[in-house]
């Protein structure tokens, strides 16, 4: 039941490509929830709420109720600081921005936001919050936190919403989960209970404080990355923004340490219009897709190395001379294998962190080093904590999400931050001479080449309850009904993750030369089952084909 790569795959999109504007618009503002039905209601997926207005599941009165609640859970915690607010380009970002600035002011929160209501990337906001709670004044702690209006790298008619409690990462389970039930009441109830002012006011209100956040982000650059390396190499950089919100950033990390960056994409527009499509024919500005990255790809020669990240600035593509997109698990191993052997003041005792879909070639570079691995499910919130007491070096997932430690070992952000994965590929060519790609194949040479594969499915709710059903009973080489996985013995099934017992919300069944995980998407109706073979593609093949029939087994 896998996709089919769609026939337009990589061609820049269409007219009838595009999503209409004006309706999504329309419907945001005049669209209400009905909350009888679930697909409408608020629901914190892995990465806050998503939806799109055209089907009832982003709409004003989803963010209403969703601020005012996050409102009441500060409240509750005793979180009285500044509440920082990101924003990325995507057309409903806009109007859910404005939505939340009307409840946060009429409940009396303060409200940081970019000058002149510009653009504020998931990574600014973490590290934002991390440095104001650093500088409190010890006898009255207000303590900041923020929210992040971004649907990540969804389609142009998406939107959505994200919480970042105090530590400036992805707010914990427990907290999202209050705050859906939360908003959901607030829906019930018609918005009974909403604290709301007009816009023109709660805007000029002297509780919004409009600051300068790029500078300050820039200008700490260099105490997480060796800025200076990559300037005296002279590495030209090719950058594609992919129409996100960090778009304005790179010009001012030039000027700032004086590299040679090209921005090979300028435009912003609410449609993604110059976006190529995706594998299934949809714009959706995935960074770490060959489809969507086909126009960097073209420039790939131009440049000693290219970047591109999605709108809010959480993930990373890095494209290399010669041969193409990296794959997010080669680059996140080279990264791992870089900074072990590049930070000097990082203690031996610190943590590699990986999402357990994430691949074993990690396992292999942590062994080689000596250095301790911890998997965990798929989640960057999973990472949080380790990075903001600073005994993680590194949290990364396959997707293409990353952070990791300032070069003196203490907390840089909470959040993935997808400029500081961009910059690393840059100072890793300026100090070793060699692309991420070329010290990759290094990887290879000593632990054996990965294949590694992810099959998304579309599925509807009722698989995905059925599969949650299945999940409360053991699952064991016995309720699978085989003892092999494409030839080799079945040596562990896993439910829960190795590296905090947490509950992996799918499956992962594991031979001596291959694995494969299955679980439902948090943020979309997909099926994903992810797979990796150190014997061959065919072997590959084989594994993802047996998973896909053990899963079907599970849910007839």
């Given at each position: 039941?896998?996709?089919?790569?769609?026939?337009?795959?990589?061609?820049?999109?269409?007219?009838?490509?595009?999503?209409?504007?004006?309706?999504?618009?329309?419907?945001?503002?005049?669209?209400?929830?009905?909350?009888?039905?679930?697909?409408?209601?608020?629901?914190?997926?892995?990465?806050?709420?998503?939806?799109?207005?055209?089907?009832?599941?982003?709409?004003?009165?989803?963010?209403?109720?969703?601020?005012?609640?996050?409102?009441?859970?500060?409240?509750?915690?005793?979180?009285?600081?500044?509440?920082?607010?990101?924003?990325?380009?995507?057309?409903?970002?806009?109007?859910?921005?404005?939505?939340?600035?009307?409840?946060?002011?009429?409940?009396?929160?303060?409200?940081?936001?970019?000058?002149?209501?510009?653009?504020?990337?998931?990574?600014?906001?973490?590290?934002?919050?991390?440095?104001?709670?650093?500088?409190?004044?010890?006898?009255?702690?207000?303590?900041?936190?923020?929210?992040?209006?971004?649907?990540?790298?969804?389609?142009?008619?998406?939107?959505?919403?994200?919480?970042?409690?105090?530590?400036?990462?992805?707010?914990?389970?427990?907290?999202?989960?209050?705050?859906?039930?939360?908003?959901?009441?607030?829906?019930?109830?018609?918005?009974?209970?909403?604290?709301?002012?007009?816009?023109?006011?709660?805007?000029?209100?002297?509780?919004?404080?409009?600051?300068?956040?790029?500078?300050?982000?820039?200008?700490?650059?260099?105490?997480?990355?060796?800025?200076?390396?990559?300037?005296?190499?002279?590495?030209?950089?090719?950058?594609?923004?992919?129409?996100?919100?960090?778009?304005?950033?790179?010009?001012?990390?030039?000027?700032?340490?004086?590299?040679?960056?090209?921005?090979?994409?300028?435009?912003?527009?609410?449609?993604?219009?110059?976006?190529?499509?995706?594998?299934?024919?949809?714009?959706?500005?995935?960074?770490s897709s060959p489809y969507a990255m086909a126009g960097?790809?073209?420039?790939?020669?131009?440049?000693?190395?290219?970047?591109?990240?999605?709108?809010?600035?959480?993930?990373?593509?890095?494209?290399?001379?010669?041969?193409?997109?990296?794959?997010?698990?080669?680059?996140?191993?080279?990264?791992?294998?870089?900074?072990?052997?590049?930070?000097?003041?990082?203690?031996?005792?610190?943590?590699?962190?990986?999402?357990?879909?994430?691949?074993?070639?990690?396992?292999?570079?942590?062994?080689?080093?000596?250095?301790?691995?911890?998997?965990?499910?798929?989640?960057?919130?999973?990472?949080?904590?380790?990075?903001?007491?600073?005994?993680?070096?590194?949290?990364?997932?396959?997707?293409?999400?990353?952070?990791?430690?300032?070069?003196?070992?203490?907390?840089?952000?909470?959040?993935?931050?997808?400029?500081?994965?961009?910059?690393?590929?840059?100072?890793?060519?300026?100090?070793?001479?060699?692309?991420?790609?070329?010290?990759?194949?290094?990887?290879?040479?000593?632990?054996?080449?990965?294949?590694?594969?992810?099959?998304?499915?579309?599925?509807?709710?009722?698989?995905?309850?059925?599969?949650?059903?299945?999940?409360?009973?053991?699952?064991?080489?016995?309720?699978?009904?085989?003892?092999?996985?494409?030839?080799?013995?079945?040596?562990?099934?896993?439910?829960?993750?190795?590296?905090?017992?947490?509950?992996?919300?799918?499956?992962?069944v594991i031979t001596e030369n291959a694995w494969f995980?299955?679980?439902?998407?948090?943020?979309?109706?997909l099926f994903k089952i992810y797979g990796e073979s150190?014997?061959?593609?065919?072997?590959?093949?084989?594994?993802?084909?047996?998973?896909?029939?053990?899963?079907?087994?599970?849910?007839?």
């Open positions: 039941m896998k996709l089919s790569i769609h026939e337009r795959a990589g061609q820049v999109a269409q007219q009838q490509d595009l999503v209409n504007i004006p309706k999504l618009m329309s419907h945001y503002f005049c669209i209400k929830p009905d909350i009888k039905l679930d697909e409408q209601k608020v629901c914190f997926g892995t990465s806050g709420h998503r939806g799109s207005s055209l089907m009832g599941s982003f709409n004003q009165a989803h963010i209403l109720a969703i601020t005012q609640a996050v409102v009441d859970y500060r409240n509750g915690a005793g979180i009285s600081g500044p509440l920082y607010l990101g924003i990325d380009t995507h057309a409903l970002s806009q109007a859910a921005f404005i939505s939340a600035i009307e409840v946060l002011v009429a409940n009396r929160v303060s409200v940081i936001i970019h000058q002149d209501e510009g653009f504020t990337p998931t990574p600014v906001v973490s590290h934002s919050i991390i440095q104001a709670n650093k500088q409190l004044d010890a006898l009255k702690p207000a303590l900041a936190d923020g929210l992040i209006v971004t649907p990540s790298h969804n389609p142009p008619q998406d939107g959505g919403i994200k919480y970042n409690p105090p530590h400036g990462g992805p707010a914990e389970g427990e907290i999202t989960q209050w705050i859906e039930q939360k908003a959901n009441q607030y829906l019930g109830d018609e918005l009974e209970g909403v604290k709301r002012l007009d816009y023109a006011v709660a805007i000029a209100s002297p509780l919004v404080k409009k600051a300068d956040l790029i500078a300050p982000y820039v200008d700490d650059l260099d105490a997480v990355i060796d800025m200076k390396a990559i300037s005296d190499a002279g590495i030209r950089i090719g950058v594609d923004p992919m129409g996100g919100s960090g778009i304005h950033y790179w010009a001012k990390i030039a000027k700032r340490y004086n590299l040679d960056i090209s921005l090979v994409n300028t435009r912003i527009d609410p449609s993604f219009s110059f976006m190529p499509l995706d594998k299934d024919g949809k714009i959706r500005m995935d960074c960097l790809l073209k420039q790939q020669d131009n440049f000693d190395l290219c970047v591109g990240n999605d709108p809010d600035y959480d993930r990373h593509g890095i494209v290399c001379p010669g041969s193409g997109l990296m794959n997010p698990n080669h680059f996140l191993a080279v990264a791992i294998d870089y900074l072990l052997t590049h930070r000097p003041q990082w203690s031996d005792a610190l943590i590699i962190g990986k999402t357990l879909v994430s691949s074993a070639m990690i396992d292999k570079v942590c062994a080689q080093h000596d250095k301790p691995l911890c998997e965990v499910p798929v989640g960057f919130k999973w990472f949080v904590d380790g990075l903001a007491d600073a005994s993680f070096a590194f949290g990364g997932e396959e997707s293409a999400g990353a952070a990791f430690l300032r070069r003196d070992g203490t907390t840089w952000c909470t959040d993935k931050d997808g400029f500081i994965l961009a910059l690393l590929a840059a100072e890793i060519l300026a100090v070793t001479g060699q692309t991420p790609a070329q010290r990759y194949q290094q990887l290879v040479a000593l632990h054996g080449e990965s294949f590694y594969k992810r099959v998304d499915s579309p599925v509807q709710a009722d698989k995905k309850a059925k599969f949650a059903q299945v999940l409360k009973k053991e699952v064991n080489i016995q309720t699978l009904g085989t003892e092999t996985l494409a030839g080799e013995s079945i040596l562990t099934v896993l439910t829960k993750a190795p590296g905090n017992h947490a509950d992996i919300g799918g499956i992962k995980a299955a679980r439902p998407s948090g943020t979309e109706a150190f014997i061959s593609q065919a072997h590959l093949e084989q594994v993802i084909i047996e998973a896909q029939a053990m899963i079907d087994a599970l849910l007839a």
